[in-house]
């Protein structure tokens, strides 16, 4: 039977693993074009991922959860839009090149603005998860707190710190779509088991 818990769950854990997995690659073999691709769709498979959190937290997190929800989304939009310009078009052009399309205009300005917004979604999103206590402690925390620091520090040259970042966020994300699969499941198995009506 289809859940929309479940393929949240699956797309969530997509999301973490093209983080971690070319993170891990990445640490041995330095920036190639296929972690590149790989880190650049990671963010689309996170929106589903949220939006089941949220869904299965709404009751206890109210207004303040749609709100955080919300903020976390337009994050996640900006973030990813911004991770997916830098690792499937600007990877493939010379420093220089890079250089002079940042030394002018709004970009530089907008790309902060857009890390801003998504760490500040992180933070309050991650606020839901802990206060709610639907979902496990420590990717709670872990969403609260690694998330916005990787909004900022991933824009460093490449370093342990930069992969150790990817891959936990990559864990968080795995970890939460583990606990939302096993919540899908419970829910499923408590449904089977009521009585069907005459």
């Not at 479940?6 to 093209?18: I, Q, V, W």
């Not at 399309?101 to 606020?127: K, M, N, R």
């Not at 939460?176 to 408590?190: F, I, K, R, V």
């Amino acid at each position: 039977m289809y859940s929309p818990f479940r393929t949240a769950a699956l797309c969530g854990a997509l999301s973490g693993l093209l983080l971690a997995l070319p993170a891990l690659i990445e640490a041995f073999t330095g920036e190639t074009t296929a972690t590149s691709v790989l880190f650049a769709l990671s963010p689309a498979f996170a929106l589903p991922l949220l939006t089941a959190l949220h869904r299965r937290q709404s009751a206890v997190t109210g207004r303040f959860g749609d709100l955080a929800l919300t903020v976390n989304l337009v994050g996640l939009g900006l973030f990813g839009g911004a991770a997916f310009a830098a690792n499937l078009v600007l990877f493939h052009f010379d420093d220089a090149v890079i250089d002079e399309a940042l030394a002018g205009g709004p970009t530089v300005p907008v790309l902060i603005g857009s890390a801003a917004v998504f760490a500040v979604g992180c933070a309050l999103f991650g606020a839901t998860l802990i206060r709610a206590r639907v979902f496990p402690r420590i990717p709670s925390w872990g969403y609260a707190v690694v998330l916005p620091l990787f909004a900022f520090l991933t824009s460093l040259p490449d370093s342990l710190l930069t992969v150790a970042l990817h891959i936990l966020v990559g864990a968080v994300l795995i970890w939460l779509a583990a606990a939302l699969w096993q919540h899908a499941e419970a829910t499923a198995l408590s449904t089977s088991r009521l009585p069907v009506a005459p």
